[in-house]
Every structure is written in structure tokens, then in C-alpha cells.
């Protein structure tokens, strides 16, 4: 009896020692690696905003003629890391010294931008949509000391979402935000910045700025965008961006 009593005694602490060791195993959460340890977190941190980018949807670049007169672009952005529904969103314009807005595009439920991602209306005057591949068209202009609009419900009365003005002899009807920026020439556009520090040199083709999205909004808009001499318009097909 001794002699059975004491093998089961010895067996019964190897298999508790085992199963203390497996269990331990299992539910570790270090890895120890070339001196160092690596603790898997609980919760993974969000990352950390970008000073100055928007967290919603803005007027990211503007063209009023490329050289011929009448073909009009505008290109909106989506800075954030969600899908955005443009349901009840249209985007209108105003011209000097108007007080009533005329929509360009309205937007149906359908209707999404993908996160830091592009769509573009342009006109369809001299088939220019179709030239660059525009999302949406209509035969309406944009013209010289203009100013346009991303709306919320009703087009004279709703929440508006982004607004930018361009040119001279603005009043308080349009939609400016603090200071209009320049026209653009002829060929060229007005492009919302990507970061603080951006400028015309970095937001171009090869630039360091190019795509890094263009979400910089202090709703100043001689301060949030550049004037381009050559402009780039991007569309839903277009690369996502990476600020």
C-alpha cells in the first residue's frame, strides 16, 4: 500500500506541476525577444489627430476655366477615416452680389465618399466632365469672384458643412469664410492645403505634400488653401490619401 500510495502521490504532483506550466503558458501575454519584452495591450490607442484637419467632408479644389472658358471643376474631400453618406447634402453657389443659392449638385442616400477619398462635379459644357472623369456634371458655371458651398438641408437656409470664396467685392451674403482667397488663372485652381506648413510647391505633382490629402481647414480661407498655376483635379476612382 505504501509502495501504490507513493507512486500516485508522485504522480499527481507531475501532472499539477505540468498543468500550472500550461496554464501559464496559455494566458501569458509577454514575449521576450533579444532582451526585451513586449507586453500585448488591452486596448489599442486611436491615433492621435492631425493639428488643423477637418472632421468632415470639405471643398478641397477648384477650377474656374482651364483655358477655355466655362470649364468649371470642383473636387471634395473626405478627410477622415470613415465612409461619409451625403444624404440631405448638396453643394450650391453664389455669385456677387446674390443672396439666394443655386444648387450644383444634390446628393441622394446613394451617395458616399470613401475615407480620405475624392469626388468630383464638373460642368458639362464642352463635354468637359466626361475630359476628366467628373462623378457628377450638370450644365451649370463658376465663375470669377464666386463663392460655393457644401449645405446641409435646405440650400439658402441649411447648415453649411464648408464654404469657400474667391476674388473681389464679396459681401456678407456669400459664403466666405474670414478671407476669400485669390482668383485662380486660367488653367489653374485653388487647392485646400494638407497640412499648416503646406505651400503651392509642395501641393504640386512630385511635391512632398501631394498625397497627403488635403484636409487642413482653420475656416480662413486665404490661410487653408494655395493657388495653383497648373490644376489636379481627383475623383471616387482616384488613390486614398495618407496625411
Not at 500550472?20 to 494566458?27: D, P, Q, R, V
Not at 453664389?94 to 450644383?104: E, F, G, L, Y
Not at 458651398?149 to 474670414?178: M, P, R
Request: proline residues 5%; charged residues 15%; without cysteine.
Amino acid at each position: 500500500m505504501n509502495k501504490y500510495f507513493l507512486l500516485l502521490s508522485v504522480y499527481a504532483i507531475f501532472i499539477f506541476t505540468f498543468s500550472m506550466n500550461l496554464t501559464k503558458a496559455l494566458f501569458s501575454d509577454q514575449t521576450v525577444s533579444a532582451n526585451n519584452t513586449f507586453t500585448a495591450a488591452d486596448v489599442f490607442p486611436t491615433p492621435t489627430p492631425i493639428p488643423g484637419i477637418a472632421d468632415h467632408i470639405v471643398i478641397s479644389e477648384v477650377q474656374i476655366n482651364s483655358g477655355i472658358a466655362g470649364n468649371d471643376f470642383i473636387e471634395i474631400y473626405n478627410p477622415t477615416s470613415s465612409i461619409v453618406n451625403l444624404s440631405n447634402i448638396r453643394l450650391v453657389k453664389r455669385a456677387t452680389p446674390a443672396t439666394s443659392s443655386a444648387n450644383i449638385v444634390v446628393f441622394s442616400s446613394s451617395d458616399n465618399i470613401q475615407p480620405r477619398q475624392y469626388i468630383l462635379w464638373a460642368t458639362s459644357d464642352n463635354g468637359y466632365n466626361t475630359a476628366i472623369g467628373a462623378d457628377y456634371t450638370s450644365g451649370d458655371n463658376i465663375s470669377t469672384n464666386d463663392s460655393i458651398a457644401l449645405i446641409q438641408g435646405n440650400k439658402d437656409t441649411g447648415t453649411i458643412i464648408d464654404a469657400v470664396a474667391w476674388g473681389t467685392g464679396h459681401s456678407s451674403s456669400l459664403f466666405t469664410e474670414n478671407t476669400p482667397i485669390a482668383n485662380p488663372a486660367n488653367g489653374g485652381s485653388i487647392e485646400r492645403k494638407a497640412l499648416s506648413t503646406s505651400d503651392s510647391t509642395s501641393m504640386s505633382a512630385g511635391g512632398s505634400d501631394e498625397e497627403k490629402g488635403n484636409g487642413y481647414d482653420t475656416n480662413n480661407n486665404s490661410n487653408d488653401f494655395i493657388l495653383r498655376s497648373i490644376s489636379q483635379p481627383q475623383n471616387s476612382t482616384s488613390s486614398s490619401e495618407s496625411p
